[in-house]
């Protein structure tokens, strides 16, 4: 395997989803996982939303018409119509009405019950009783004019007869009340959903982005780690991606940045936690050995947090780790890795048999972060001239000492994930990744 090194920044892989020229930085950008994430939740939370309303059953509406008689002045037919309406929304003719009609029903729940409607200084007021249940609608619609009857009635015969209000107060308009039914209409309820299950993460995402702004383009890239982007492809695991395709577009980016030096070391490091990273490496190694023929050394350098170790199911077994504290021979540490142990988003790679070398990070990790920096390049010399070395190393800046790792790669590749990437932490990985690497380096950007 031979790669290359060119440090202008403008170069770009032709590969899988090649990096445009012109990509300009947008403020306010939702990265392409949180744009989707907005669409479902709007799109979920609409349909619950008609679901609910379908489960919400129609409100029935009894009204009564009523007009204001007495009184000459229309001030005062304006005062009176102001104290009907108040009396009509009032616990004490609730109370009434349900005394007189003898009702199973709280005060409360017939006070909710009850409501008026009239324009400004109009005589003219629609007295509605609303209820799930029309029975209980129309029971309480029956006695709301004889009890405002009999509340006037019984105040007037207090007054003296000169002091009283001439002729009847009030009368009812129709002969037999309106009979309604109201819903909430579907296209609301899809369209309120919609907006509220949109808008919530849409805000959350907006306000995270802010307060800690991550990778979302070529550019953030180029601006934050100031090295040059390789590559720009899908994640390998995932329904429909082909990780294979996807490890050439790589290989074919590293190859065009050498100037046709073999590489026996080449070091993966990131600015976040591995996942990703790990499953680039293993990809990586399973393709190299296929596809150039020759044997590889699979080294999981990442000791704080071991995640290709896990990756492949080898975090009981004994490492790097007992490697560097001189406890184990490094050619006695190597396993076989086979195809039993890819995770199921690489199912699909091929691994050659006994071509591939699986290093973990080890067991006894605690106490021999430190001592990488002085071990480390003696673990490498025992691999040398037999293997092409990949090493899935740690986050940038980070506990685990890089200076003595990125000092002997022959090639080191950043990996950023778009839209979950930090773009402080990449910042600093890059200022770490040109102050100690001595090889060509460069970024690969990993779509989310």
Known sequence: MTTPMRTSTDLVSQGPDAVGGEERRQTLRLSRVQAIIVAVSALVTA??????IQSIPPVYQTSRSVIVLSGANPNDNDVLSRALEAIITSKGLAAEIKRRGNLDMSIDEIAGM???????ESPYMDVISSSP??????????????????????????????QRIAGPIFQEVFAKPLQQTSTIPLWFGAVFGALLGGLVPYLFFIYRNLRKPVVNSAQDVTEAIDLPILVKLPALSGRGRNPQDAVAGVIAAVERLSLNEPIHRLVLVGADDGGDRAQLALALACVIARSFGQPVALVDADLESGVLTDLVRA???????????????????LLNLTEDQLPSGLADLEVPNGMVRFLGAGVDRSRNILRMRSSFNRVLDGMAGRYVVIINGPKVPGPVPTSQLLSLADATLMVVAEGQTSLTDARSAGDTLRSFSNGPAGVVVLRR
């Open 114 to 120: 009850i409501s008026a409607s009239r324009q400004p």
């Open 47 to 52: 349909a619950l939303a008609i679901v609910l």
């Open 133 to 162: 249940s029309q029975e209980k609608s129309e029971l309480v619609s029956a006695q709301i004019i004889p009890a405002l009857r009999d509340v006037f009635d019984a105040n007037q015969r207090e007054i003296p007869v000169e």
């Open 315 to 333: 975090e009981d077994v004994a490492g790097l780790a007992e490697c560097l504290s001189g406890q184990l021979d490094p050619n006695a540490a």
